[in-house]
């Protein structure tokens, strides 16, 4: 509130009792560089800057920069184009009080993209860092309307918010992916006499059954991001030689979901969760580690 109040004050003061005699620096100072430079870096500033919101209006001309803050609130990332880093200057061009500010450059805006938007996919901009360099701008303050979440500038803190949110594991994702490995190997024996391949490792197994799969991501889980472990105890053995293949296991998650559920693979083609208690007894059968 400290901060909101001070720049508030500051830009009050600026705007309304600087006298018109007063000497300011011309536009042309600031378009050469002179009075301001007209670039810097992130990691330039310090706690001395404030970070102030200015929304954009419609039927401002400045439709792109609307889209493009619309997704960065949207959990893809990047810079928001409505973010400036300012210390609260003001400057008068031509009678108007303006707010000297620097912002993040937005790189050109394809719009065949933005028709395919996916918020799962990467973002359109890159994450801020230190080194992303910002770009001085004036902002009129009759126009501007408010000026919104002033805060106290924080480099770690800029570069968390415009990290993409990543999106929480799909727990089905578990289950289609040890169905799609499960297909897999049962396609491979169809091709190799009844024959199942080497499982005693994960990627013993990956390396026979890739051409049936052709997605390496199948492979791994996606809340552990560790790889679906096989049962060795089935290997290179042949399909109609094992007694009961619906409760005979061929893959299995290396951890449970957040769920507290493990998925588990058969070998007659069906797929399943298991609680914790079901995969106790599951693992001590088929003597699993």
């Not at 992130?42 to 609307?66: C, E, N, R, Y």
């Not at 049962?186 to 990956?206: F, G, H, K």
């Not at 061929?250 to 208690?277: I, K, S």
Request: charged share 15%; proline share 8%.
């Amino acid at each position: 509130m400290k901060i909101i109040a001070t720049l508030g004050m500051l830009l009050l003061s600026a705007a309304a009792l600087t006298p018109a005699s007063a000497q300011q620096p011309e536009l042309k100072t600031f378009i050469s560089g002179a009075a301001a430079p007209t670039t810097m870096q992130l990691k330039d500033l310090d706690a001395t800057w404030s970070v102030v919101t200015i929304p954009s209006q419609a039927g401002a001309g400045d439709f792109m920069s609307m889209i493009m803050s619309m997704y960065s609130g949207a959990g893809v990332g990047g810079a928001n184009p409505n973010t400036y880093y300012t210390k609260g200057d003001t400057v008068k061009v031509g009678g108007d009080p303006y707010l000297i500010a620097w912002h993040a450059h937005l790189p050109a805006i394809d719009l065949a993209k933005l028709q395919q938007f996916n918020p799962l996919k990467p973002q359109f901009n890159p994450p801020l860092t230190g080194d992303t360099t910002i770009y001085l701008s004036l902002i009129n303050l009759h126009t501007a309307g408010a000026l919104a979440d002033v805060h106290a500038f924080d480099l770690q803190r800029e570069v968390q918010a415009s990290e993409p949110v990543k999106p929480p594991p799909d727990p089905d994702a578990d289950l289609s992916n040890i169905k799609q490995l499960d297909q897999g190997l049962l396609l491979y024996a169809e091709d190799y006499d009844d024959r199942l391949p080497p499982m005693t490792s994960a990627l013993a197994v990956q390396h026979r059954i890739m051409p049936y799969i052709k997605n390496a991501a199948v492979f791994t889980q996606p809340s552990s991001g560790m790889p679906y472990l096989a049962n060795a105890a089935i290997s290179e053995k042949k399909v109609k030689t094992v007694a009961s293949p619906a409760t005979t296991i061929t893959f299995y998650a290396p951890r449970a979901n957040q769920a507290g559920l493990r998925a588990v693979a058969y070998l007659d083609g069906h797929a399943a969760f298991a609680t914790a208690t079901e995969w106790a007894a599951i693992r001590k059968r088929a003597h699993l580690r």
